[in-house]
């Protein structure tokens, strides 16, 4: 009796559920596809490259609007920068640098145009500077970016270089590059923010700029810190350097204040920073 019961009212039950069926399916459906998106990276709550590799602000106001190609945002999962269409070269690249980013890939050498300039534009290309007397320049280094290939040869696209004097780039340039990658085997954590500006003529039949200096922002945090970490005490090394043959060997030599900066390129750095904390690490020279 009592298992007759049982058996009856499953079969009662049964029947509605079934007209539920293809309702349960179609929601099943909607469901997978949320974990499908949200696996394959369009989570709500993954940083953005600007959040990761510009977290102090964005010093030339740098939007992604074909209407300011002087001034063109332009985000990428290993850095970002603001592009400079009738220079041809970068105004700014900015990224992050902590021990994550730093592995043993082989460096990629794929110097090419950068695809993801919008249509119209010239893309500048990897024979542009040949026999111009300047190396093709990284801003963000290819040594910063060797834990995966893909991000090592995303360091190689054409919006990332500018022309360098082989002795800035080679020497004094690179030897900042190599301090900075030992600061983060050391076990910092930094914002690294470098550009150029001013000319001293043009290449690639006036299609490239060659700036006249070079310049370099770096922000010094303590491990785990991340950006917020930010404070009065924080150490920011600034360079600011000739771009020619005559420039000395030892990146210190060209130490300034962040606030010389921008007063020689008109952008305003660290501007999300509290007044009172931008101050104090704008006015203050490394080692000083
Ligand atoms: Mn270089
Ligand atoms: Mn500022």
């Given at each position: 009796m009592l298992r007759k019961k049982h058996i009856l009212r499953h079969t009662i039950n049964f029947k509605p559920l079934e007209k539920k069926m293809p309702f349960l399916k179609k929601n099943l459906t909607f469901l997978v596809t949320i974990l499908l998106l949200t696996l394959t990276g369009c989570n709500l709550f993954q940083k953005t490259p600007t959040e990761i590799h510009l977290p102090f602000g964005n010093p030339s106001n740098a939007?992604?609007?074909?209407?300011?190609p002087n001034n063109y945002l332009m985000e990428k999962p290993q850095y970002v920068l603001s592009y400079n269409r009738d220079r041809g070269t970068p105004n700014w690249v900015s990224w992050q640098l902590t021990k994550?980013?730093?592995?043993?890939?082989?460096?990629?050498?794929?110097?090419?145009?950068?695809?993801?300039?919008?249509?119209?534009w010239y893309r500048v290309g990897?024979?542009?500077?040949?026999?111009?007397?300047f190396d093709r320049g990284?801003?963000?280094?290819?040594?910063?970016?060797?834990?995966k290939e893909t991000d090592n040869s995303a360091t190689f696209v054409m919006t990332n270089m500018m022309p360098q004097s082989p002795k800035n780039n080679r020497d004094t340039w690179r030897e900042l590059e190599e301090y900075s990658r030992q600061l983060v085997k050391g076990g910092k954590e930094l914002y690294i923010i470098a550009g150029s500006y001013g000319s001293r003529g043009k290449l690639a039949g006036g299609k490239v700029t060659i700036p006249s200096r070079t310049w370099k922002i770096i922000v010094v945090l303590e491990p785990g810190s991340g950006a917020r970490g930010i404070n009065k005490n924080t150490r920011v090394i600034a360079v600011d350097m000739q771009n020619?043959?005559?420039?000395?060997?030892?990146?210190?030599?060209y130490l300034v204040s962040v606030d010389k900066i921008e007063a020689a390129t008109g952008y305003d750095f660290?501007?999300?920073?509290p007044k009172e904390i931008q101050n104090v690490i704008e006015a203050r020279v490394d080692g000083k």
């Amino acid at each position: 009796m009592l298992r007759k019961k049982h058996i009856l009212r499953h079969t009662i039950n049964f029947k509605p559920l079934e007209k539920k069926m293809p309702f349960l399916k179609k929601n099943l459906t909607f469901l997978v596809t949320i974990l499908l998106l949200t696996l394959t990276g369009c989570n709500l709550f993954q940083k953005t490259p600007t959040e990761i590799h510009l977290p102090f602000g964005n010093p030339s106001n740098a939007t992604n609007s074909t209407e300011n190609p002087n001034n063109y945002l332009m985000e990428k999962p290993q850095y970002v920068l603001s592009y400079n269409r009738d220079r041809g070269t970068p105004n700014w690249v900015s990224w992050q640098l902590t021990k994550s980013w730093l592995g043993s890939s082989d460096r990629q050498d794929d110097f090419r145009p950068d695809e993801s300039l919008p249509e119209k534009w010239y893309r500048v290309g990897p024979n542009d500077y040949r026999n111009s007397g300047f190396d093709r320049g990284h801003l963000a280094p290819s040594a910063d970016r060797s834990a995966k290939e893909t991000d090592n040869s995303a360091t190689f696209v054409m919006t990332n270089m500018m022309p360098q004097s082989p002795k800035n780039n080679r020497d004094t340039w690179r030897e900042l590059e190599e301090y900075s990658r030992q600061l983060v085997k050391g076990g910092k954590e930094l914002y690294i923010i470098a550009g150029s500006y001013g000319s001293r003529g043009k290449l690639a039949g006036g299609k490239v700029t060659i700036p006249s200096r070079t310049w370099k922002i770096i922000v010094v945090l303590e491990p785990g810190s991340g950006a917020r970490g930010i404070n009065k005490n924080t150490r920011v090394i600034a360079v600011d350097m000739q771009n020619t043959q005559r420039i000395g060997t030892n990146w210190k030599r060209y130490l300034v204040s962040v606030d010389k900066i921008e007063a020689a390129t008109g952008y305003d750095f660290f501007s999300k920073v509290p007044k009172e904390i931008q101050n104090v690490i704008e006015a203050r020279v490394d080692g000083k």
